[in-house]
């Protein structure tokens, strides 16, 4: 039975109860005894309505507060029994269609936080290889925002050109004005026809002001981010420093058009002030043995503090030089000199050293060249094989030499 039909038939059963009783009260008030008899069945009546309205109507009412409660408290899972017949069942089941949505509607959005705390799990452990990255890189990082002319500078890019964190600026002009004059324009049109779509990736190799206003080589690269539509919105590149690189060619260059018909003394006073302008050295010389085992030498020429020295003799004994002819192999100390070797700090004021072993074509050792400076050198040297090809210059020179000394010494006898 419908709960709008139970109602109907309890109402309508009390009314016609009442009008009974209304119209047989002179017979009620004629009989005293028919009273007790109409008070009963009318009190049964209204206890079976009170019964009816429990079951089929509060009792339903109650579980389905149950439910919405439950479902408020995003329990969804607990079952509650509803009366399901009538207009009461027809909203119980609607309230159950909508916590089967509700339940739907969550799981789907507890994975979807899942998903997010996946992807922001991923996104701050790649945001901390990046920062790693981009700290531990020798690289100096810009990023340029396009619309703003914002550029972010990593500390290596500052710190590269002997700037603190706080004295370069955030703007793609702090870029451009450190730019050496005769490399901006190179740089700016680059740039222009890689935003312009003309080339692949931006490259150029220009120079850099540092802060004490000298200039370093770099070579920057980058790439620009671009909307679907093509327009690039940001880039994003690298500098490295490639100065030891550039200064490494222009010495080779100088010390090949230098040696083309040098002979002598000119030969090795241009061997030594390029080995001394490619390592930033403050003196070189170019010595030759004196005796084997060798304890002493003299320079072949002694370039120091800008300009050259005369040739001198010395002994060997409690200076780094005696290293490299003793054991025959490179020796380089980039710092703190003076703590192994304290001749070289007290009598030189020598604070790094690079000394490389000379030998002829029989294997013999016949000197060294050596650079020095009261400053600490670089922890990396130019590639070694270059390095040593002064060596080699060097020693083929020193044999020519002693060679052409033999053959006038047999001519003159």
Not at 131 to 156: C, H, I, Q
Not at 201 to 214: N, Q, T
Not at 273 to 293: I, S, T
């Given at each position: 039975m419908?709960t709008?039909?139970?109602?109907?038939?309890?109402?309508?059963?009390?009314?016609?109860?009442?009008?009974?009783?209304l119209?047989?009260?002179?017979?009620?008030?004629?009989?005293?005894?028919l009273?007790?008899?109409?008070?009963?069945?009318f009190?049964?009546?209204?206890?079976?309505?009170a019964?009816?309205?429990?079951?089929?109507?509060?009792a339903?009412?109650?579980?389905?507060?149950?439910?919405?409660?439950?479902?408020?408290?995003?329990?969804?899972?607990?079952?509650?029994?509803?009366?399901?017949?009538?207009?009461?069942?027809?909203?119980?089941?609607?309230?159950?269609?909508?916590?089967?949505?509700?339940?739907?509607?969550?799981?789907?959005?507890?994975?979807?936080?899942?998903?997010?705390?996946?992807?922001?799990?991923?996104?701050?452990?790649?945001?901390?290889?990046?920062?790693?990255?981009?700290?531990?890189?020798?690289?100096?990082?810009?990023?340029?925002?396009?619309?703003?002319?914002?550029?972010?500078?990593?500390?290596?890019?500052?710190?590269?050109?002997?700037?603190?964190?706080?004295e370069?600026?955030?703007?793609?002009?702090?870029?451009?004005s450190?730019?050496?004059?005769?490399?901006?324009?190179?740089?700016?049109?680059?740039?222009?026809?890689?935003?312009?779509?003309?080339?692949?990736r931006?490259?150029?190799?220009?120079?850099?002001?540092?802060?004490?206003?000298?200039?370093?080589?770099?070579?920057?690269?980058?790439?620009?981010?671009?909307?679907?539509?093509?327009?690039?919105?940001?880039?994003?590149?690298?500098?490295?420093?490639?100065?030891?690189?550039?200064q490494?060619?222009?010495?080779?260059?100088?010390?090949?058009?230098?040696?083309?018909?040098a002979?002598?003394?000119?030969?090795?006073?241009?061997?030594?002030?390029?080995?001394?302008?490619?390592?930033?050295?403050?003196?070189?010389?170019?010595?030759?043995?004196?005796?084997?085992?060798?304890?002493?030498?003299?320079t072949?020429?002694?370039?120091s503090?800008?300009?050259?020295?005369?040739?001198?003799e010395?002994?060997?004994?409690?200076?780094?030089?005696?290293?490299?002819?003793?054991?025959?192999?490179?020796?380089?100390?980039?710092?703190?000199?003076?703590?192994?070797?304290?001749?070289?700090?007290?009598?030189?004021?020598?604070?790094?050293?690079?000394?490389?072993?000379i030998?002829?074509s029989?294997?013999?050792?016949?000197?060294?060249?050596?650079?020095?400076?009261?400053?600490?050198?670089?922890?990396?040297?130019?590639h070694?094989?270059?390095?040593?090809?002064?060596?080699?210059?060097?020693?083929?020179?020193?044999?020519?030499?002693?060679?052409a000394?033999?053959?006038?010494?047999?001519?003159?006898?």
């Amino acid at each position: 039975m419908g709960t709008r039909w139970l109602l109907v038939t309890t109402g309508g059963v009390a009314a016609l109860v009442l009008a009974a009783m209304l119209a047989g009260w002179p017979i009620v008030m004629r009989e005293p005894g028919l009273t007790p008899a109409l008070a009963g069945g009318f009190a049964a009546m209204l206890v079976a309505v009170a019964i009816g309205l429990e079951i089929l109507v509060r009792a339903p009412l109650v579980r389905l507060a149950q439910s919405l409660d439950l479902a408020a408290r995003r329990d969804l899972t607990t079952a509650v029994d509803v009366y399901t017949g009538g207009e009461i069942g027809a909203l119980a089941r609607g309230v159950e269609r909508l916590r089967e949505q509700l339940k739907s509607a969550c799981e789907e959005a507890d994975r979807m936080v899942e998903r997010c705390r996946t992807a922001e799990q991923a996104l701050r452990e790649s945001e901390q290889r990046y920062e790693l990255a981009v700290k531990g890189a020798n690289d100096g990082m810009f990023e340029w925002d396009l619309k703003t002319g914002t550029t972010f500078y990593s500390p290596r890019w500052k710190s590269m050109l002997g700037y603190r964190e706080s004295e370069v600026g955030d703007h793609i002009e702090d870029w451009h004005s450190r730019t050496h004059p005769d490399d901006l324009d190179n740089v700016l049109a680059r740039m222009r026809d890689h935003l312009e779509g003309r080339t692949d990736r931006f490259e150029s190799e220009h120079r850099l002001r540092c802060r004490d206003a000298s200039y370093r080589w770099v070579l920057a690269r980058a790439t620009a981010i671009r909307r679907a539509s093509g327009t690039p919105y940001r880039v994003v590149g690298l500098h490295t420093d490639i100065s030891s690189r550039r200064q490494t060619q222009e010495t080779l260059l100088e010390l090949a058009e230098g040696l083309t018909s040098a002979r002598g003394e000119e030969y090795f006073r241009t061997l030594v002030r390029n080995f001394a302008g490619m390592l930033r050295a403050r003196d070189a010389f170019l010595c030759e043995a004196l005796n084997h085992p060798v304890t002493r030498v003299r320079t072949l020429a002694y370039w120091s503090r800008g300009h050259f020295c005369d040739n001198v003799e010395f002994d060997l004994v409690g200076t780094t030089c005696e290293e490299v002819m003793a054991t025959g192999r490179m020796l380089y100390c980039p710092n703190n000199l003076g703590e192994r070797w304290p001749m070289e700090k007290r009598d030189y004021d020598r604070e790094s050293y690079l000394g490389i072993p000379i030998f002829d074509s029989a294997g013999t050792l016949i000197g060294h060249i050596a650079c020095m400076d009261d400053k600490p050198m670089g922890e990396e040297l130019p590639h070694q094989a270059i390095v040593r090809l002064f060596a080699v210059c060097a020693a083929t020179e020193m044999e020519r030499r002693l060679l052409a000394q033999e053959r006038s010494g047999m001519s003159k006898r």
